[in-house]
């Protein structure tokens, strides 16, 4: 009668040997379960840092290439102007690391850029001041000076960069949940459970004889019952990752983008030279006719940049790209299988825990197993995945009422990313370096308020945490207690207006 969770009656244990074993039963639990998550997460790190890896020795690859070709090309016109391309790059390497870029304004600028620079060398007898350059850019739409160049790269660089970065950021996000979900710290009733299942049946002298597989299945739906409940913002997660994959290997290919981004910022440029005319005399109309040189500096001017030179046609089997020793289709097809296996991974996380040949008996040993009691057949159904199904957990005793923090905050995070993965996955561009809005909720389908959500998600990957929600209103002139004030008064002017207009 000494034993406080174990069957009492004819016993081997002391109270002190049932004490000690109630710890190691919690320590085998939290390693069993801490082993089938590092795997997973093992997987996602991996596949995280190839995918880094590969996109950003991709972007090196194809800035030394178009350096090499220009050089080549057009010589000492390409290297007094190669800081225009370098800055193209720095945005483009800023954009998958930090976020922070509007990817169509940056494209914009710098085809305007391009085309100022390309007008002076065009029209070098006339001397052009930087507000009548200005003037020129501002034609760049209306002209198309570079054919339909800048449009189409814009579509493909937009979309394919939107895709790999969000494709990068969930295989860094999911190896983050899964770290800190796989931290289990069992309850009290959990821990008594466990003592019961494991070693109660040693005090009796059955030491091989191990647990029945429904007793622990019971056991273990009841002791990871909250992780049961990420599955279904998981599986969603898993599906949404799957479908940009679908893009990657198709119309959003950053490979097949940047391999040849070269060529065609060359196309545009012999594009432009070959409308000089036309474009400059729209120009001149419209911006008004420039300043002739003087004389003895137009001869200079002209042999200083001759443009003449001709781009050599492009034959993509020269030079295939590889980055990281690996090329994208290999490696989304590889991110595939990995993630068609991690689907259901949390409902399936109780089974796999009592398939290890340390935690219970196998199925088919059903008689000459440990039940809780004695060695006999486990007669109770085994209940539900989640925490709503464990008020009937006949083994574990389960607070249904209290779910874990930490898993709201990851599902919460699964959610977001979701989100983000089907902006990217319809073209659209994703905003990552503001984790204010995720709090919220805003765009992710949530429908949680703002008080009821974390404040924040600790992702560890490239995401830069943004301002608060609080801030970034003190930093647009209205405080935070002032915006429920104007929404009122613009909605009450609204109806007001409404009515006017009736």
Not at 109 to 124: K, T, Y
Not at 249 to 273: C, L
Not at 308 to 314: E, I, V
Not at 408 to 434: C, E, H, P, W
């Amino acid at each position: 009668d000494h034993l406080k969770i174990c069957p009492q009656g004819s016993t081997c244990c002391s109270q002190e040997m049932e004490e000690k074993y109630s710890l190691q039963s919690k320590d085998d639990f939290k390693s069993v379960v801490s082993e089938q998550c590092n795997h997973l997460q093992a997987v996602f790190a991996s596949r995280y840092k190839k995918f880094d890896e590969f996109f950003k020795e991709l972007l090196e690859n194809a800035e030394k290439s178009l350096n090499d070709m220009f050089v080549k090309t057009y010589g000492h016109l390409y290297m007094q102007n190669s800081e225009l391309f370098k800055d193209l790059f720095v945005e483009l390497k800023r954009y998958y690391v930090v976020g922070n870029v509007n990817l169509e304004e940056m494209l914009n600028d710098f085809w305007a850029r391009l085309l100022e620079r390309m007008f002076r060398l065009v029209n070098s007898q006339y001397h052009f001041t930087d507000e009548y350059l200005e003037c020129v850019s501002k034609y760049t739409e209306q002209l198309k000076p570079f054919g339909d160049v800048p449009r189409k790269l814009k579509l493909q660089v937009t979309r394919a960069f939107v895709a790999a970065r969000t494709f990068a950021q969930g295989l860094a996000v999911a190896g983050d949940v899964v770290s800190k979900v796989s931290v289990v710290n069992p309850t009290a009733q959990c821990t008594h459970a466990l003592l019961k299942m494991i070693y109660c049946s040693h005090c009796r002298g059955l030491v091989t004889v191990k647990p029945c597989y429904n007793y622990c299945s019971n056991i273990m739906r009841g002791c990871l019952a909250n992780q049961g409940d990420l599955d279904f913002e998981w599986n969603n997660f898993i599906d949404a990752m799957l479908m940009v994959a679908e893009r990657l290997e198709g119309p959003f290919n950053i490979e097949s983008v940047m391999d040849p981004i070269d060529v065609k910022i060359s196309d545009a440029i012999m594009n432009m030279q070959d409308n000089s005319v036309q474009v400059s005399q729209k120009v001149f109309q419209g911006c008004g006719p420039p300043k002739p040189l003087p004389a003895g500096r137009i001869s200079r001017s002209i042999s200083e940049s001759a443009f003449s030179a001709r781009f050599r046609p492009h034959h993509p089997e020269e030079r295939p790209t590889t980055a990281a020793g690996t090329s994208l289709d290999r490696l989304v097809t590889d991110v595939k299988e990995k993630l068609k296996q991690a689907k259901k991974f949390w409902s399936s996380l109780p089974s796999n825990v009592c398939n290890d040949e340390r935690m219970a008996a196998g199925n088919g040993n059903e008689d000459d197993c440990w039940n809780g009691k004695g060695k006999s057949r486990y007669l109770f159904a085994v209940t539900g995945n989640g925490l709503a199904n464990q008020g009937n957990n006949p083994e574990v005793q389960v607070d249904t009422s209290k779910p874990d923090i930490l898993i709201l905050r990851q599902i919460m995070a699964l959610r977001v990313m979701t989100s983000k993965m089907k902006n990217a996955y319809n073209g659209n561009d994703v905003d990552f370096f503001d984790t204010s809005d995720e709090s919220s909720g805003e765009g992710s389908g949530s429908g949680c308020e703002y008080q009821q959500c974390p404040s924040e998600f600790d992702y560890n990957a490239t995401d830069h945490a943004g301002k608060s929600a609080n801030e970034k209103a003190d930093s647009a002139g209205v405080r935070p207690g002032a915006q429920a004030y104007l929404l009122t008064a613009f909605c009450i002017l609204f109806l007001v207006m409404q009515r006017e207009w009736r």
